[in-house]
T-cell receptor
Framework: DAKTTQPTSMDCAEGRAANLPCNHS???????VYWYRQIHSQGPQYIIH???NNETNEMASLIITEDRKSSTLILPHATLRDTAVYYC????????????FGDGTTLTVKP | KAGVTQTPRYLIKTRGQQVTLSCSPI?????VSWYQQTPGQGLQFLFE???????NKGNFPGRFSGRQFSNSRSEMNVSTLELGDSALYLC??????????????FGEGSRLTVL
C-alpha cells in the first residue's frame, strides 16, 4: 500500500468546515483513497473513499487532486462530536482486510 | 443490521497466561481481520481470514493466532502473554475479497490488560 502523510493535529471551530489534508504522492493507478475516523476508545469508523473523482456522502466530501497525489477530507459543518483521529489510507479496493493505518490527524473541534 | 460484535470487551490476564478473543462479523460479511492498537505502535494489522482460511498475516510472533469458523465468526488467541501484549484488539469485517466495496466495519474492541 502507498504511504500517506497527514498533519499530526488540527483544530476547527464548531460549525465551520474542517479540511483535513492527506499526501499520497506514491499512489498507484489501482489504489483508492479511504478515510476512517476513530473517536476515543471506539473502533474506527468508515467515512468515505474514492479513486479519482470527488465524492460526497452524508458524512463528508472527498476531494482528490487531478494527479491523485493528495486529497482533502471535508467535514462541512464540524460539531464537537467530530473530534477524533482521522486516518487516510491508500490501497486497492480489494483485499480490504489488510489496511495500513498511519498515525492519522487528531482533529479537535472547539466551541 | 447488527454491527461487528467483539467479546469480551475488557479482560485482565497475567504474564504467561493465554487469551481467546471472539468476533462476530456483520451478517453476510465473509472477511474478518484483526488489528492490535497500542499507544506506541498505533493500529497494526494482525491477520485476515476469509472462508475459514488465513489470507494475510502481519508481522507478529507465532504466539498470535486465529481462526475462522464456517459461519464467519472468528477467534484470535494469544499464548504466553507478555506485558507488551496489553492493547485494544479490534476486529473488522468486510463483504468479501475482490469486491468493489473495500470498507472495513470495526467492532468496539477487546481491551486486554496483562499484569
Amino acid at each position: 500500500d502507498a504511504k500517506t502523510t497527514q498533519p499530526t493535529s488540527m483544530d476547527c471551530a464548531e460549525g465551520r468546515a474542517a479540511n483535513l489534508p492527506c499526501n499520497h504522492s506514491t499512489i498507484s493507478g489501482n489504489e483508492y483513497v479511504y478515510w476512517y475516523r476513530q473517536i476515543h476508545s471506539q473502533g474506527p469508523q468508515y467515512i468515505i473513499h474514492g479513486l479519482k473523482n470527488n465524492e460526497t456522502n452524508e458524512m463528508a466530501s472527498l476531494i482528490i487532486t487531478e494527479d491523485r497525489k493528495s486529497s482533502t477530507l471535508i467535514l462541512p459543518h464540524a460539531t464537537l462530536r467530530d473530534t477524533a483521529v482521522y486516518y487516510c489510507i491508500v490501497r486497492p479496493n480489494t483485499n480490504a482486510g489488510k489496511s495500513t493505518f498511519g498515525d492519522g490527524t487528531t482533529l479537535t473541534v472547539k466551541p | 443490521k447488527a454491527g461487528v460484535t467483539q467479546t469480551p470487551r475488557y479482560l485482565i490476564k497475567t504474564r504467561g497466561q493465554q487469551v481467546t478473543l471472539s468476533c462476530s462479523p456483520i451478517s453476510g460479511h465473509r472477511s474478518v481481520s484483526w488489528y492490535q492498537q497500542t499507544p506506541g505502535q498505533g493500529l497494526q494489522f494482525l491477520f485476515e481470514y476469509f472462508s475459514e482460511t488465513q489470507r494475510n498475516k502481519g508481522n507478529f510472533p507465532g504466539r498470535f493466532s486465529g481462526r475462522q469458523f464456517s459461519n464467519s465468526r472468528s477467534e484470535m488467541n494469544v499464548s504466553t502473554l507478555e506485558l507488551g501484549d496489553s492493547a485494544l484488539y479490534l476486529c473488522a469485517s468486510s463483504l468479501a475479497l475482490g469486491t468493489n466495496t473495500g470498507e472495513l466495519f470495526f467492532g468496539e474492541g477487546s481491551r486486554l490488560t496483562v499484569l
